[in-house]
């Protein structure tokens, strides 16, 4: 049998992963379409070149933000559902957008400049990026129902 | 002697000889000086981005009061009071140039105004300029300012960092070069005017941060110093009418690692003349033309923040063939860098507690 704690660090090791990934790449079309819009041409190697080069330049400093929002999101989530007994599959979503959410804005209010991620400047790239999260916390509910099954 | 490392674009090495200078600290305790000007009596005056002018007198003491009659300006994190320049006639009309953020942080840009000095404080002051739109943020606003020789005046414009696109847009001044008449006019050959959709200030587009700007009236060329983000600040010589491409071209990345743009140059925009990766952060700059160290005639000198440095350009035919890292023993950021009538160097470092410092030769 895993041990208790086993299972929840697995599924948080994975809701970094797909976190970070998926925003990593999300925030990459997002540059990439300001740059588009401006009437540059991207061509799919260059997309896929830019998108590979921020895995490697953006994901860790990234993913160091996921992880310090989603170690304060998933648990809190797990103690909050004695009050809020919200199936987990939408709870455990839920709580890591609300918590990168918060992450992006004590950053933007730290940093010295006024956002710090460029994709999160419009609404639609911020709801895009906590999509990601979202993700995240879906794989972190399923990690958690199949220990529970 | 000292030797830089390999990563610079532009062709640096460096074994010159070190210039024997000294360097002396004129004045101490200046919250975040950013510009001086020198008067004609030998005094300076000295902006504080707090929003104060201060006056060095002619025996280099920093007089108490700051100068009277400043406007009010926005100060918070780079906005605040930026350039003096004094206007070419000073001597007879008293008239100085001032750069500064107006606004508040949610509606803010960069103004420039003109008021008439008589050694004591400032009155009949008016606003030239004010670049729009006003934006949120108190990031990236340019306000270095040179004279050109046919009496007009190019004010350097910064993109409010959120904006970045916008400094491809020549329907606003967002990253940008604007020239205006001493007066505060359009004049009427600025190389946008026929365009109807662009604003008639306009001298050159697609910049970021322009914090560094001289006229070499030797070669008749204007240069400039932009903040890249991660890397790709940029040395530039300025063609009326240009683009330089930001943000659509750079060499550097964004300050969390992602790429901005995929192109680092692209064939419709001007490439810069040298670019700094890793980045220096380069503030004030000047040319060298002076009796008291013959071995700098002719180069440029960059300050640099984070650099913590003046960089010295060695130029041939306008190409920059060295490079030469000073006065990194001060351990300052260093804001501002001029040439004093006396033909030493004046440097600014910011801090909180910021020093006017004066190089002079060693002997």
Same mark, same amino acid.
């Given at each position: 049998m895993m041990a208790r704690w086993k299972t929840p660090l697995l599924g948080f090791v994975l809701a970094l992963l797909v976190t970070t990934l998926s925003g990593s790449l999300i925030q990459t079309q997002f540059n990439l379409a300001a740059i588009a819009a401006l009437g540059a041409e991207i061509s799919l190697t260059t997309r896929l070149g830019t998108s590979a080069q921020d895995l490697l330049g953006f994901a860790p400093l990234y993913a160091a933000m996921v992880a310090v929002a989603l170690a304060v999101a998933l648990p809190l989530a797990t103690l909050g559902w004695r009050w809020l007994p919200l199936p987990p599959g939408l709870l455990y979503p839920l709580a890591a957008a609300l918590g990168l959410w918060l992450a992006f804005t004590i950053a933007d209010a730290l940093a010295p400049m006024p956002t710090l991620i460029a994709a999160t400047r419009s609404l639609s790239g911020t709801l895009a990026m906590l999509g990601g999260a979202a993700l995240g916390g879906l794989v972190y509910a399923c990690c958690r129902a199949g220990r529970t099954s | 002697m000292k030797r830089l490392g390999p990563w610079l674009a532009a062709p640096l090495l460096v074994g010159l000889a070190h210039a024997d200078y000294r360097l002396e600290t $004129? $004045? &101490?305790?200046? &919250?975040?000086p950013w510009s001086l000007a020198f008067l004609p009596d030998g005094g300076m005056l000295v902006t504080e981005r707090p929003g104060r002018l201060r006056l060095v007198d002619t025996d280099g003491e920093l007089r108490e009061a700051p100068v009277a009659g400043v406007p009010e300006v926005f100060a918070e994190a780079q906005a605040g009071l930026f350039e003096v320049m004094l206007a070419p006639d000073f001597a007879d009309s008293g008239l100085l140039y001032l750069s500064y953020a107006y606004g508040d942080l949610s509606a803010n840009n960069t103004c420039l105004g003109r008021a008439r000095f008589n050694g004591e404080g400032l009155s009949a002051g008016e606003v030239l300029f004010c670049a729009s739109p006003a934006k949120r943020g108190a990031s990236h606003y340019g306000g270095r300012m040179a004279l050109l020789p046919d009496e007009t005046l190019v004010l350097t414009l910064g993109d409010g960092f959120d904006y970045r696109e916008q400094a491809q847009n020549a329907g606003n001044h967002l990253g940008s070069l604007v020239r205006l008449t001493l007066d505060g006019r359009v004049p009427d050959d600025n190389p946008f005017l026929g365009d109807g959709s662009a604003r008639p200030e306009l001298y050159s587009i697609g910049h970021r941060n322009v914090q560094g700007i001289v006229y070499d009236d030797e070669r008749d060329e204007l240069l400039i110093n932009e903040h890249g983000p991660r890397g790709g600040d940029e040395l530039n010589r300025i063609q009326p009418g240009a683009n330089y491409g930001w943000p659509l071209t750079s060499h550097g990345v964004d300050y969390t690692g992602a790429r901005i743009t995929p192109f680092r140059e692209l064939p419709a925009f001007t490439p810069p003349l040298l670019h700094w990766t890793p980045s220096i952060a380069p503030s004030g700059m000047a040319l060298y033309r002076g009796d008291a160290f013959p071995d700098w005639q002719g180069d440029l000198f960059v300050s640099a923040l984070a650099g913590q440095q003046v960089r010295r350009l060695i130029r041939e035919e306008g190409r920059v063939v060295e490079q030469q890292a000073l006065f990194e023993e001060l351990g300052a950021r260093i804001r501002d860098v001029r040439v004093g009538p006396d033909g030493y160097l004046y440097l600014l470092t910011d801090h909180a507690e910021g020093a006017l410092v004066r190089v002079v030769p060693e002997e």
């Open positions: - | $004129v $004045v &101490e305790g200046l &919250e975040h």
